[in-house]
Each structure stands twice: as structure tokens, then as C-alpha cells.
């Protein structure tokens, strides 16, 4: 860790936690509301799960302006900006009027979202670095769980006694709280270690880094972790409230044992190597993956089907903050822009599996979903590990 850092490590670890998970927050927290949505809208399933793949949108591609923004005018300023226009956006929702502007303004709030998302990577990188880096990730993707815990719990609570703008009249009182919480964030980024240059030189940065093959196996990895996440998120209000015929609160007590599979294995990495802990990740995620899919096609047991879900979420804890650590150790440099790529490719995936997983029967598109991205997962783990490989056994090979 460096000098740059002023405050305390806890500060950080709470502030930059919240941040990182307040975007995927706005999603999950409204997820028991969808039903609801699609009744006061009189819409379609398939209408309402397009303001989930517009806020998973506005998350992604906010991240490739947010992201190169803050390395040629610091992480403060643009953290300060984004919550700003959260707020703004969320007051737009609640009184929307139509399905269509309610979408419309899920793709701001989640544009605005990723501003913490973003910033959050980018600021451990301008701090930490090898071991501490991923040790810090790991503790960050503890905290980010919480949000995943609380959120469809407290907004299963809340819509059996408000309607579903009392869910975000909820968010914009948070966006509030986080906007003077982090009014307290001391810059991480020096004026001298900042993006020469105008506007345009900051894009640019984006050629090297996506040439870079180690860092986007990386990044595709985790891109395609998300997507199985995703594909869980957008079609489990409709696979546990309206198949199985769970309640609002029995479907978030599900969603919240799941989001605490991802603490579970985020705290699992610290008693592994990076690339160990990457590989088990790896393997859990698919070879459950092959079994979830077996049972969502013959309609199994729901204790069953959840018992699934939640060894793969622990799986996937172990592999969101391996995967960020080590791509982003490989561009320390451009880290505003190379956490951008890595936030940008997962959400961009989320925001295409999320209306797909409604089409037909959604347990078939469900499954099939899930057990491609595990697949897909597994196939670019693998290809980074060679990669990393290859790079390492080079110098070995002159010096013979």
C-alpha cells in the first residue's frame, strides 16, 4: 500500500464496498417488486425484464466513460457526479408514467450506478497491489455481499406494505446517504499519475489494454460468471414466486442464503493461491452448472434446485475477486480504463441473458443460459491460466 492512501483502511473497505454493490443493489433490491411493476404498468413479463437489462446497460456502459473520466480528472469528482444523477434518475422512476419512460430512466440510474462500480476497482488498484490487492477485493466482495443479502429481503419486507415506489424512494434516500459518505473520500489518484491530454487520449487507452490477451481472458471469465448471474437475477422472482409459488418474503430469504454463498467463497479465496482458488471457482461453477440444468429441465424438488444455486454462488464468490485482482495487477497503469473493460463486458452480458431467460419455458432458458456461461467460464479460466503460464516459462527458457 502506498503513502497516497489518507484514509483509514476500514473507511475505505466500507466506503468502496457500498459503492460496488449499490449499483447491482438498485437491481436485486427491486427484484421482489417486478411482479407488482408489471400489474400497475399492465405490461408484459418480458416489458419489466427490459428495465432490468437496461439498468445492467446503463451499469456496463457507464463504465467505459466513467472509468477513463476518472483517470484524467481523479476518482472523487466522478463518484460525487454519478450519485448526483442517481438521485435525479431515481426521482424519474417513481413517477413515470409509462413502462417505456420507466425503462428509460433504469438505463440513466444504471449509467449513474456505475460510477461506484467502476471507481471502487480503480481506487484499490491506485492503493493496493499484488496480495493486498486481492486480499482487498476478496474483503470488498464480503461487504458487496451484504448488499445482495439485504436487499431483496428489506424490499420483500417493504412491498408487502408499499406500493413498489416506496422501493425507490428507499434508493434515493441511500443515494443520499452514500453522497455524504463519500464526501469524505480523499483522492487516490496524484495530479502527476493522471491521463495527459484531452478527452479523446483517455479512450485510447482502451487499444493497448484490449490488446492485452492475459488480461481479457481474465476479463472474459469473468464476464461470463456474471452472465450466470445475471441469467439467476433476472429469472428467479418469476422460477421461486410464480413456479414454485414462494412469497415475496420466502423468495428473499432464498435470494439472501444465495448472495451469502458469495461471501462465503469471497472469504474462501484467502486460504488459496489466485490461480488455485480461480480453478475451484472454475470447476464448481460448471460441474453444478451440469447438474442445475439437469434438474430445472425434469422440474426437480425446489430444495434441491436451491441447494444448487447456492454452492454455485460460492463458487462464484471465488472467482469475481480472483479474476479482478489478477487483470487488474496487469494494468496497473490505466486502471480507470481497465476496470471500465472489466465492468463494461459483465453487464453488457447481463443485459443480453436477462430478456432471453424469459423467452418460452424459463426453466429451459434458464438452465441453458447458465450452463453455457459456466461452460464459457471454465473455457477462459483455463485460457488464462496457459497464458500466464506461457508468459512465466519464457524468461526460463532464455536463460537456458
Known amino acids: 500500500m502506498t503513502q497516497r492512501q489518507k484514509n483509514s483502511k476500514l473507511y475505505l473497505l466500507i466506503s468502496m464496498g457500498l459503492l460496488s ?32 437489462t437496461a439498468g445492467m446497460l446503463g451499469l456496463g456502459v457507464g463504465q467505459l466513460f466513467i472509468g477513463p473520466f476518472s483517470d484524467k480528472y481523479g476518482r472523487k469528482p466522478l463518484i460525487i457526479y454519478s450519485l448526483l444523477i442517481f438521485i435525479v434518475s431515481t426521482i424519474a422512476c417513481i413517477f413515470a408514467k409509462d413502462i417505456k419512460i420507466f425503462v428509460f430512466f433504469r438505463l440513466i440510474q444504471g449509467f449513474a450506478g456505475a460510477g461506484g462500480v467502476v471507481i471502487s476497482k480503480s481506487v484499490a488498484a491506485d492503493l493496493y497491489e499484488g496480495k493486498e490487492l486481492t486480499r482487498f477485493f476478496s474483503l ?36 443520499l446517504l452514500l453522497l455524504a459518505l463519500n464526501s469524505r473520500l480523499k483522492e487516490s489518484l496524484p495530479i502527476e499519475k493522471r491521463v495527459n491530454g484531452n478527452l479523446l487520449s483517455s479512450f485510447k487507452n482502451f487499444i493497448p489494454i484490449l490488446k492485452n490477451n492475459k ?37 428473499s430469504l432464498c435470494f439472501a442464503f444465495n448472495a451469502f454463498g458469495i461471501m462465503a467463497g469471497s472469504w474462501l479465496v484467502s486460504f488459496f493461491s489466485e490461480i488455485r482458488a480461480l480453478l475451484i471457482g472454475g ?11 439437469i434438474v430445472m429441465f425434469s422440474g426437480g424438488n425446489i430444495v434441491v434446485l436451491e441447494s444448487i444455486f447456492f454452492v454455485q454462488m460460492i463458487a462464484l464468490g471465488m472467482i469475481l475477486p480472483t479474476t479482478s485482482a489478477l487483470g487488474l495487477n496487469l494494468e496497473r497503469e490505466n486502471s480507470g480504463s481497465a476496470s471500465a473493460i472489466l465492468g463494461f463486458l459483465p453487464f453488457l452480458a447481463g443485459s443480453i441473458v436477462s430478456p432471453l431467460v424469459g423467452l418460452g419455458n424459463i426453466m429451459h432458458s ?9 461452460l464459457l467460464t471454465l473455457l477462459f479460466i483455463f485460457m488464462a491460466i496457459r497464458e500466464k503460464g506461457a508468459k512465466r516459462l519464457a524468461p526460463q527458457l532464455v536463460k537456458q
Not at 436485486?28 to 399492465?42: C, R
Open 283 to 293: 470447476f464448481g461453477l460448471t460441474s453444478f452448472g451440469i447438474l442445475l440444468a
Open 366 to 374: 434458464t438452465a441453458t443460459a447458465i450452463l453455457i456461461c459456466s
Open 215 to 251: 488480461f481479457m481472458f481474465y476479463v472474459l471469465a469473468q464476464t461470463f460468471a456474471m452472465g450466470f448471474m445475471f441469467s439467476y437475477i433476472s429469472s428467479s422472482p418469476f422460477i421461486f414466486q410464480e413456479h414454485y409459488h414462494l412469497s415475496p418474503i420466502m423468495f
Open 140 to 175: 470488498l466482495m464480503v461487504v458487496n455481499g451484504l448488499g445482495p443479502i439485504a436487499a431483496p429481503v428489506f424490499g420483500g419486507f417493504l412491498i408487502n406494505f408499499t406500493p413498489w415506489e416506496g422501493i425507490f424512494w428507499t434508493l434515493f434516500f441511500l443515494g
Open 21 to 52: 454493490a449499490f449499483g447491482p443493489f438498485v437491481t436485486d433490491f427491486y427484484l421482489p417488486a417486478l411482479p407488482a411493476i408489471t400489474t400497475f404498468f399492465n405490461t408484459s413479463v418480458s416489458m419489466v425484464q427490459l428495465s432490468l
